[in-house]
């Protein structure tokens, strides 16, 4: 309605108004905007939408015949998608790129970190090893990636420190943003290319070559799903600028966008295969989980799909070139000698990571959210049903790689639900599952959304774009002068003063469009926080200049600064300024990125000494505990810094820097370190212990040193010194010496040695772009029979262990409920016990619940609006019962109401054991009441109840079964999760 209108009138007065009147509109919108009011700017929008398309037609006419123009039309409208998303990330990433650093929440960490690797671990020729730079030490790499801090540091280290770290850390995360964009743009274009194959195969044999066209354009496809993730808001733990941004969990960002590249690079290796695709597809699959630990998962997810999906669609037979499982082969076997280096490195330190698992979100949750296009919280509102569209234009006519998103889709989606643990229970095969939360699983999900959200969204721009206009008919030609009415000048008009009120109102309110956190990278250049950034570490350079020129220094004083925040919350950018200052670290309690679980508890004084803390740094008065009471007093304040203080802790006389324990004198004890993987332990005289404060970790080994026991192996002592230091203990039966080293198992240096020779491999085969074929073989029938039935038995064999295993790990997890259960004096009471079976996991029970159902609205004032029954019935769930997954029924209470259980399958000779763990807040107003015994209350803030009835005692209904009754006797749902198992006892 908006465009030229169709007029009878070509002569005399009325063309010359014709003409004339657009400029009439546009100096009347000028004399509106001079009114300055809401009302004048409406006018003056409506009358430059009337008068535009008048004003514009001419001159695009006279574009479109210039000959340069002309000539590149094509190649500009191929460009257009390429430019459209490069100005939107040129304008969200555009502080990245001028060397800006995001400083906000674990930033601060990670930039730490990368200081680390660059300075200290690189300089030794080491990637991984032990740092001495944080807390009492922690072993840098082992439980965390460092391919991240290797992106992160790049610049800094290729430039010889000319770039500044901060440059470098903000480049870093600009590459990792591009390697997302890219590889969730190849992703989509190939998925949409095979999408549009017929077409345009029949293009090439005479057909219409518009076509294809018609139904999606690839490159729109790719740029619509790049566009989907770079603006996505996200949310706590589901990725998104919210999350990967803000919060600064980058290093899983690195880690899907590695995988998801690795996708079309596999694919495009497989159809063309040469030594630079086949290298650039291992190195991007190796590298995402060089990047995070969730990484493995994906990359066995994608490992398993991709012979299933290329031999479904038929793609094995007619659109590979011959031997495309030796390639694949090839190209999962290359990414597995890159990461095999560190994961097996990450697998061995296991017990000593800090990670628990958290509540997944059942499976039946998940699919009715994706069906419904509300998957993920705060994506927009189109995000959703733009990639259910997809994923049916996907399905109907996708080959492998729109099979293969879509398997992966699914089966992520089954992993990162609790069916993987209740259903599948693949926590019994690998126990590094229970470690997973669908939260964070979901970044790896949201690129293949977006993937099929780019589809939709490209499907429909071009099923909009040929769709006729009014001046055409369904076949695009003409419609005949004599079947249209004329339309009168004043439809633009009218319609024009229908959209300026909202045009204006978008214009005036545009940063709603793109609303925090999308483009927010938190930098400190342009805040007032900037100046206390630079006077912090002014500061602090100069607090390192005193303690180097203080008389009796030791010979390389370092800055020591002990970071203390009240909480989780307040900002971490001081994190920058110690960094930059070259001063080491103390953090207490959970410290992100650092996944080690020997944590500083404490802030007291004589703590904090053993720490060798010289200075301190806090955001809030040391009140709180009578730690920080007793620190306060200890300070010497130094200066205001913005929200933050910093004082100085001087040693105290007393002050050993080691505890001495039995019958030694601190004075003949002498500690050398002459690098963070070396100490030598001399005791003069006496006998006893000295506590170290050294991180414990599974690679220290201490040896005796001279005299006659010299290179004799010593036990080390996990210790906690000072009352909240991490630390070793060794012992001395007599004086001399103890040597202690940091050593790594020559197998994990063995397996490094070979990752690295094989990323430096695969590195060089990318200058080699000759195309590689092998030889077709021709096989007897037979032989394909056979190989057949070899594969089918050898899974049949996979799978019979795999039942094994999980049977034999699910007893070993009960074993440890029913140890406990014996040496309790209050349960089994020293009775030997022997677990039987799991009653939950079988499915041996039955709910029945008394009260109100939990959707009813008759008493209340609103509607519970999302309330379902089905969320509130019970089900299979999880609890975690240090150091397991356990198989729960999980169940609701209503309110002042009752919930019995019916558990069968418990023979007569046999015990009942179990635990109930509490959702709420705490257990008031629970009960839990056996047939035979009086309602039992557990404490009210404790997490678990633990509970055990011998066989005699059970009482069973007439069905042999077995009942126990929840109560809640409070005014709200309470939901609990109750684990049981039948036991027997060969005491009877």
Sequence with gaps: MLRP???????????????????LAILAAALALLTKDALGRWIAMALVLTAGPSLLAPILRQLARWPWLAERETKLGHALPYATLGALALALLGELALGRPPASRDHGIHFFQTRVLVDELIPRGQLIGFSHQLNSGYPFGDSYPVLGYLLTGAANLLSFGWISLRTSYAWGLLLVWVIALVGVWWLAQSVAQELIANEREGARDGGDPKAAHRLLDPRWAGAFAAIAWLIDPGSSREGGWNYLMFHGVWPQLLSTALWITSLPATWA?????????????????GGSVLAHPFGMLTAAASAAGWPLAIWASGAMRHRLPTGSIRWGLLIHLGAALVCVGWLYVFLASAESMARSPVPWMPLGEIATQLVAGELFQDHRAWVGPLAVFGLAVGIRRGR???????????????LGSDAAITVLRLDLLVSGFKNLQFPRYAIALKPLLYVFTGLGAATLAAR????????????????????????PQGARLLAALCLAPLLVGVLDDRGRLLPRPVGSAEVLEGTEHADTDQALLAALEAEATKLRERPGAAAEPRLRVAFLRQGMGGGTFPLFAITDADADLVLDGHIPAVNYKRQVRRRAPKTLRMLGVTHVIHDRPLVRSADDRRLAEALEPIGEFGGWTLARLEPAPSSLGFEPQGAIDPAQVEVER???????????????????????YRKWEARRRAGERDGELLTIEEATLAGGVPGLRVTFDEPGFIDIRYRTPALERALGWLSLLSAAALLGLLAWGRPLELAARLHAPKVITWSWLLGLATAAVLLAWAVHRQHTQLANTWDKVLSD???????????????????????????????????????????????TETDHAPRVSMAYRRPFLYRCLRVELPAEGSATISLAGIDPSEDLAGFVV???????????????????????RHKRQEFHVRAGDLVRDAEGDVQLELLNASSKIKTVCLSAAAASSSEG
Excluded: N, Y
């Design 821 to 867: 259960h014996s040496a309790s004096a209050a349960l089994a009471r020293g009775r030997p016990l022997s677990f039987e079976r799991d009653l939950i996991a079988r499915g041996d029970w039955s709910v029945s619940r008394e009260g109100p159902d939990a959707c009813e609205g008759l008493l209340g004032k609103d509607a519970l609006a999302g309330c």
């Design 269 to 285: 290796a497989l159809r063309k295969p040469s030594p630079r695709s086949l290298s650039l597809a291992a190195l991007l699959l």
């Design 674 to 696: 002459d690098d963070p993987e070396h100490l030598l332990v001399r005791l003069r005289a006496g006998a006893g212990a000295v506590g170290l404060p050294l991180a414990p």
């Design 464 to 487: 909009l774009r040929s769709a006729p206009s009014r001046d055409h008919a369904l076949d695009g030609g003409p419609r005949s002068s004599s079947t249209m009415a004329a339309r």
């Design 400 to 414: 492998s790689m729109a099979w293969l998103s879509c398997g992966l889709l699914c089966a992520l989606l089954v």
């Design 918 to 940: 509490r959702e709420d807040r705490s257990f008031e107003g629970f009960q839990l009441r056996f047939a035979h015994e009086a309602p039992h209350s557990p404490p009210a």
């Design 5 to 23: 209108t169709e007029s009878p009138s070509h002569f005399g007065a009325a063309r010359a108004l014709e003409r004339g009147w657009p400029w």
